[in-house]
């Protein structure tokens, strides 16, 4: 290391160095429950890979709301970095920065949006543990423009110093490695600030340094700057160390953004651009390639039709080849341009790429084969392999091992690189008492029916395939029917994706069958793609007995043959969500949050009538959901008719007596959203799971009596951010609980005796 420093010193000096607020962000307990991810295999996008400069088989990859990943060539798979934070807003990472000089030392940019703090995360031994630096500058890592990048360079030549390009606050520095930041004052992009309300700002796009420019122990003179925001130069340039800084002069028009830059050894500096940033929304694109020792540009854009360019890889071993995807290029699809003459000749990956989906089936989307690939941001080379690329879509990351294949007019073949990876939004789950042991609706991606936990299922929800399945439910005494209810894939007309938002099943959840519209009884034949309210979906439940459906429109609806016909539900006043007993088919019930009102039905839907109530909180409307996503706080309990929680801002209240009356349960936490696990040994009532607040912790927790007393179940290693939006519990295994997170995918945790 330079000035006399080894690898462990120059580690203990970036954790010494920490600023008034800085914390260490991992402390492990010793836990009761183990954790792990209900295996599915990526799903989400990751806007950026990047691979280390320095050691072979390094890599890190971050994604838009699940955190950073590293991939360990031993064993062979991508371990989160972020398990142990407990603040969600910095699961969105902006950008990840291994160190050029030290493998072990790694920086990453965090912050999910503008509208929360952003911090700078620092680590001396790859990631396991950070030392957290709040800054006053905001980021985006899921807002529009998250594709672009790198914003975040360490100085190859001084790893004491790093720059960051910001979105609304210029370009920000740090000497004393990543402690302390303060804008760059030289720097003529000062940055548009913060715009409440208004769109998000791309802001500094990229920095490049030029080690070749300089010596180690000393800060690199030569830097680029690259700019996303509209109008003005696209590429900035200092020769003294960012003192004083020059617009580079040529290139690109001012319309377009800079995206990203890659600076090869004999100093070419390649540059894609774009007409929008990104992920959606791009028009056009151009790539450009500089040398910048003589100053000279040369447009090299690959084909342009409608959409753009944005990925861009360089191939550290041969100069001149390089490679950039396109981006909303949506016919005919999204593409990898290679190059092996510095842009003068371009070959299309698309056409005879091959990819193998068969570790993370849902990859075909019903289809035969997979898509090539939308969203296609990260893009890289190994630096010390050139026939391994990587690129990662709105879904995956594929990675080849036989690139160069293409420089011969042969088929590049591709694979699912996501061992480890689980970056997803997950909107609800069940685990019903038979069949597979979960099943789970999520964002983008449809559903799943799990049959074994630790594979990649077979199970897409699929005929029909919904863009989000919202809601899911079982018949409480006939488990194998399941319904399910969500908003309509992008892709109608294709195979699998008819545009229905409803579903059923008559095998636990395996295969499914679409649902018609509603329509009063007589009516002419309707479209059978529902929407039926201004999310274009309506939650859907079923009857103990599973022979009636029951449609929650603004005027809730019910089926007894299967969605061939049906019939308004008699008594029920409009906007009513009625929740089926578990045990019971005639009992269903419904709560007016506007008046406190409490209505039954003993005919299984068709018609539902007022009833006495006492007990529930005054101010019930603060408890009504406002969001299609969220849990409905009524539940019924399974095998007990009658049985009812209601999880209210107020305190959870239970009744035993249909609804009649509820009493309080003076537990010790919070509840938020609640489910049920399997009964305790020696019990018969079923034990309780919830997502809940107890003090200033936000986490998951089990009551094995009724709620009078909780148990933390996840632990300080265990935290993924406080992101929990759904929770079930597994009725057929003690203890085992499944927690849906907003970008770690599912995980499942069970006592360790």
Request: net charge negative.
């Amino acid at each position: 290391m330079r000035q006399g420093l080894n690898r462990r010193e120059a580690g203990a000096a970036l954790l010494a160095a920490g600023a008034p607020g800085a914390f260490r962000a991992r402390v492990v307990e010793a836990p009761s429950y183990v954790w792990r991810n209900v295996k599915v295999g990526a799903g989400g996008f990751i806007p950026g890979v990047v691979f280390s400069r320095v050691e072979k088989g390094l890599a890190y990859a971050r994604s838009d709301m699940g955190g950073a990943y590293r991939w360990d060539s031993d064993p062979g798979r991508w371990v989160p970095l972020q398990d142990s934070n407990p603040i969600g807003s910095d699961f969105g990472v902006e950008s990840i920065a291994p160190d050029p000089v030290d493998p072990d030392i790694v920086h990453a940019a965090v912050g999910v949006s503008r509208r929360e703090p952003g911090a700078m995360l620092r680590s001396a031994d790859r990631g396991e543990t950070w030392i957290r630096t709040p800054v006053p500058f905001r980021m985006g890592g899921n807002e529009d423009g998250r594709g672009l990048g790198e914003r975040l360079a360490i100085d190859p030549n001084d790893n004491r110093i790093l720059y960051f390009g910001s979105r609304h606050d210029g370009l920000q520095r740090s000497t004393d490695r990543g402690a302390r930041w303060e804008q760059v004052d030289s720097f003529p992009v000062r940055g548009q600030g913060l715009t409440p309300g208004g769109p998000t700002h791309p802001g500094l796009s990229f920095v490049v340094f030029d080690p070749a420019s300089g010596a180690p122990g000393a800060p690199t003179p030569r830097l680029f700057v690259g700019v996303a925001d509209p109008d003005g130069s696209r590429l900035y340039r200092s020769e003294d160390a960012g003192r004083t800084w020059a617009a580079v002069p040529g290139g690109p028009e001012a319309e377009f953004s800079a995206a990203k830059a890659e600076l090869d050894a004999r100093g070419v500096l390649y540059l894609t651009c774009t007409l929008g940033v990104g992920p959606n929304g791009v028009t056009d694109g151009q790539v450009w390639r500089l040398d910048t020792r003589t100053g000279e540009w040369r447009d090299i854009s690959p084909p342009r039709p409608l959409g753009g360019f944005m990925g861009l890889a360089v191939d550290r071993q041969h100069p001149g080849v390089l490679m950039v995807s396109t981006l909303n290029r949506w016919q005919p699809g999204d593409t990898l341009w290679r190059s092996t003459d510095d842009g003068r000749s371009w070959t299309s990956l698309r056409e005879q790429a091959r990819h193998d989906v068969t570790a993370t089936p849902f990859l075909n989307w019903g289809n035969d084969k997979p898509d090539f690939g939308w969203w296609i941001a990260a893009l890289a080379i190994d630096p010390f392999d050139p026939d391994r690329a990587v690129y990662a879509t709105g879904a995956t990351v594929y990675a080849t091992a036989n690139l160069t294949e293409a420089d011969h007019g042969r088929p590049t073949d591709w694979a699912p690189w996501v061992e480890g990876i689980e970056q997803t939004a997950v909107i609800t789950l069940v685990s019903p008492p038979a069949g597979p042991a979960l099943l789970t609706g999520f964002g983008d991606i449809s559903g799943f029916a799990h049959e074994d936990l630790t594979r990649s299922p077979t199970l897409q929800f699929t005929t029909p395939v919904f863009a989000n399945t919202n809601q899911i439910d079982y018949a409480g005494r006939a488990p194998h029917v399941v319904v399910r209810s969500g908003t309509p894939h992008e892709g109608v007309g294709s195979e699998g994706h008819d545009g229905a938002t409803l579903a059923w099943s008559d095998d636990h959840g395996r295969s499914w069958k679409s649902l018609g519209r509603p329509r009063p009884a007589g009516a002419a034949e309707a479209s059978s793609n529902p929407r039926m309210d201004l999310y274009r979906d309506a939650p859907i439940t079923v009857t103990a007995d599973g022979s009636a459906f029951v449609l929650a429109t603004p005027q809730a609806m019910v089926s007894r043959d299967r969605g061939v016909s049906w019939r308004p539900v008699q008594g029920l006043p409009p906007m009513l969500r009625p929740v089926p007993d578990r045990a019971d088919p005639l009992l269903l019930y419904a709560l007016d949050f506007d008046t406190g009102g409490w209505f039954v039905s003993i005919d299984g839907a068709a018609s539902f009538a007022p009833v006495s109530c006492r007990g529930l909180p005054a101010d019930l409307a603060r408890d009504r959901p406002t969001w299609r996503e969220q849990a409905w706080p009524l539940k019924a309990t399974p095998g007990r008719d009658g049985d009812l929680w209601f999880v209210s801002r107020s305190g959870l209240f239970h009744s035993i007596d249909a609804g009649q009356s509820f009493g309080r349960v003076d537990g010790d936490l919070r509840v938020e959203m609640m489910d049920f696990g399997k009964a305790p040994p020696g019990e018969t009532w079923p034990s309780l799971v919830a997502i809940g607040v107890r003090g200033d912790v936000r986490g998951v927790f089990r009551s094995d009596d009724r709620g009078r007393s909780w148990l933390r179940v996840n632990d300080a290693a265990h935290e993924y951010g406080r992101r929990f939006r759904a929770i079930a519990g597994d009725p057929r295994i003690f203890g085992r609980v499944y927690v849906a997170t907003d970008g770690r995918g599912v995980v499942y945790g069970e006592p360790t005796s």
